[in-house]
T-cell receptor, first 110, second 114 residues
Framework: QKEVEQNSGPLSVPEGAIASLNCTYS??????FFWYRQYSGKSPELIMF????GDKEDGRFTAQLNKASQYVSLLIRDSQPSDSATYLCAVMQGYSTLTFGKGTMLLVSP | GAVVSQHPSWVICKSGTSVKIECRSL??????MFWYRQFPKQSLMLMAT?????????EQGVEKDKFLINHASLTLSTLTVTSAHPEDSSFYIC??????????FGPGTRLTVT
């Protein structure tokens, strides 16, 4: 069974700090990795995706992938209160379906 | 671009009735649409995958006779919850894909069955 694990949190960080969110997955055949942000009562919105080992940066966000360790992370620099949300990690095998983790709640305090 | 809409955004129905939820890709053609369900404090669980013009593929444990999916065109898919019960109350979210790895999510439909 394909599983995606995330710490449920909440992860509390002060405004301006770096928030680090982690995710592990069980299926070594996973090829694409996604981070979504979900505000309460809303649907997920894509933050970024990563396919290759290493780091990928997009503004304040950096995704890190280590396929050997089956580990993917998301760093949020200069965290803002508006970043407070649940962050969902999702993995995909090929061009098939997404498997989501349960998400990590992030709380950024002013 | 890549906007997906859902209608209605919320619905309340009585137990035993059926409810239809529409998912539309507004500015692109979706070769595949996905239906998810999310219970409070839980993650999104894929219910089914549908391709235009063909029968939906349901995930294990999802009753295909209860959750009817129709993908009539490249821009419209519908989910009908038949004979709804209170345990079907949930947040239903659709997403649409164009054949690549990215999916575009709709805003979701909150269903409450009384």
């Amino acid at each position: 069974q394909k599983e995606v694990e995330q710490n449920s949190g909440p992860l509390s960080v002060p405004e301006g700090a770096i928030a680090s969110l982690n995710c592990t997955y069980s299926d070594r055949g996973s090829q694409s990795f996604f981070w979504y942000r979900q505000y309460s009562g809303k649907s997920p919105e894509l933050i970024m995706f990563i396919y290759s080992n290493g780091d990928k940066e997009d503004g304040r966000f950096t995704a890190q992938l280590n396929k050997a360790s089956q580990y993917v992370s998301l760093l949020i620099r200069d965290s803002q209160p508006s970043d407070s949300a649940t962050y969902l990690c999702a993995v995909m095998q090929g061009y098939s379906t997404l498997t989501f983790g349960k998400g990590t709640m992030l709380l950024v305090s002013p | 671009g890549a906007v997906v809409s859902q209608h209605p955004s919320w619905v309340i129905c009585k137990s035993g009735t059926s409810v239809k939820i529409e998912c539309r890709s507004l500015d692109f053609q979706a070769t595949t649409m996905f239906w998810y369900r999310q219970f409070p404090k839980q993650s999104l669980m894929l219910m089914a995958t549908s391709n235009e013009g063909s029968k939906a593929t349901y995930e294990q444990g999802v009753e295909k006779d209860k959750f009817l999916i129709n993908h009539a065109s490249l821009t419209l898919s519908t989910l009908t919850v038949t004979s709804a019960h209170p345990e079907d109350s949930s947040f239903y979210i659709c997403s649409a894909g164009t054949g690549g790895s990215e999916q575009y999510f709709g805003p979701g439909t909150r269903l409450t069955v009384t």
